[in-house]
């Protein structure tokens, strides 16, 4: 799986949720660039130290930004404003990714879950 594969999946998504998952993807990247981009649980997803940390899904009505760990949001709880969350997903409009600051918490959250690597 690699990077191909979350190009297929965004070639099936109609517009204007393709740009918006696209603009996702690439604040992803700039956060975590060493990243290798996957396909978990039939969803775009990034995978470091062989845990994913970060992923994005397109419903009917809206996107989803997936943080694979489901006590990703309490710790940022304050940040999420007006965000419709379940344990698994933060809802966000077609045509609005949420912010590239708020990516990189929920980012930098899941990275200190998973915690060290041995190298």
Same mark, same amino acid.
């Given at each position: 799986m690699s990077a191909q594969d979350i190009d297929k999946y965004l070639a099936q998504v109609d517009e204007p949720k393709r740009s918006t998952l696209q603009?996702?993807?690439q604040s992803i990247q700039r956060i975590i660039? /060493?990243? /290798?981009q996957c396909i978990s649980y039939g969803a775009p997803a990034f995978r470091m130290h062989g845990k994913v940390v970060a992923g994005f899904a397109a419903f009917k009505n809206h996107l989803a930004y997936l943080p694979h760990s489901g006590s990703v949001f309490p710790e940022v709880r304050e940040e999420l404003g007006d965000y419709v969350t379940t344990s698994g997903s933060l809802h966000f409009p077609i045509d609005k990714p949420p912010p590239e600051s708020l990516v990189k918490k929920l980012i930098d959250v899941r990275l200190r879950q998973i915690g060290p690597t041995k190298t």
């Open positions: 603009v996702l993807r660039p /060493e990243a /290798e």
